[in-house]
């Protein structure tokens, strides 16, 4: 079960919801502060955190590695230290965050014959370094945005919802494995700014918050301020996938959700997402899935 939580302080608020699962904590939490500045926090647990960075801009000093990382939302990395101590600036009012704690003794075991980056990590832990998976930050991708969206808003309780977290938890960690070991050995970045990367997540939110009524190329790139050439290759380089693959997977997401947490049917949810029969709906649904959208409403 879900642990809800919203805390107001002068400083602002933080809306969280808490789930736990075989020892393993996972968080998602949306802060909002009154202004910009910066607040420190600390922590003796021993786990292994999985952070994902998922809206806002901030920067935040590492005591245990004594680095400091400029981040804006879109990332994610994984992290150990004996103790955990940090300074979080906030650039931007309102950040939004998703973490996985993981028992140190269970994360070495999930990752026993695992890549060779996870267990060169395993063995500095076990060593009892402070040490973080990737040189870079991963990129946000489609399968990672996914299964984020699929714990916040799942109706599964009991045992099955026990099952089906820890799968989701072993899941994200593998990707986000994969994601940072891939940005630590690609070539030289195409996106090298600061601002082009934010217009890029700019690019991506619209497209989010617009999933219903997706605007077209032209509209993105004179909305964000980027040439469609530079949108085009920078959001395949930061987003593992294009512009129409990105939108197609964010509607089949929605349509799932529609699926399972409603009772509107497919030609409703068709129409809903902006295809043009329910036929098309129903191909695209079958593509990405593998089943009809009816097999899912009669399989919840």
């Given at each position: ?207 989010n918050e617009r999933v219903t009524t997706p ?44 699926l399972t947490d409603t009772r509107k049917t ?35």
């Open positions: 079960m879900a642990q809800q939580s919203n805390i107001t302080t002068p400083q602002g608020t933080r809306q969280s919801t808490i789930w736990t699962c075989n020892g393993i904590r996972l968080g998602h939490a949306i802060s909002t502060a009154t202004s910009l500045g910066s607040a420190a926090s600390s922590g003796t647990a021993d786990v292994v955190r999985v952070h994902f960075g998922l809206k806002g801009d901030y920067r935040f000093y590492y005591k245990q590695l004594d680095r400091a990382y400029d981040l804006i939302g879109g990332h994610h990395n994984i992290m150990y230290s004996p103790q955990f101590d940090m300074v979080v600036e906030n650039k931007t009012l309102e950040i939004e965050t998703f973490g996985i704690q993981f028992p140190t003794d269970q994360f070495i075991q999930y990752t026993q014959g695992a890549s060779d980056t996870l267990q060169r990590f395993a063995d500095d832990i076990l060593s009892g370094k402070s040490v973080m998976l990737g040189r870079e930050w991963g990129a946000m991708t489609p399968a990672i945005e996914l299964a984020i969206q699929q714990v916040r808003h799942s109706n599964y309780t009991g045992d099955t919802e026990q099952v089906f977290l820890l799968s989701k938890s072993i899941e994200l960690l593998v990707l986000s494995a994969e994601a940072c070991t891939a940005a630590s050995t690609r070539a030289e970045p195409f996106i090298r700014t600061k601002a082009d990367k934010e217009k890029l997540i700019a690019a991506r939110d619209l497209i605007p077209n190329l032209s509209e993105i790139t004179r909305i964000v301020g980027l040439n469609e050439y530079k949108l085009k290759r920078g959001f395949k380089e930061t987003f593992h996938t294009t512009v129409f693959g990105y939108l197609t997977e964010q509607r089949m997401h929605l349509a799932h959700r529609y497919a030609a409703e949810i068709s129409a809903d997402l902006g295809y043009a029969t329910p036929q098309h709906f129903n191909n695209a649904f079958r593509k990405r899935f593998g089943v009809t959208p009816a097999a899912i409403r009669n399989n919840p």
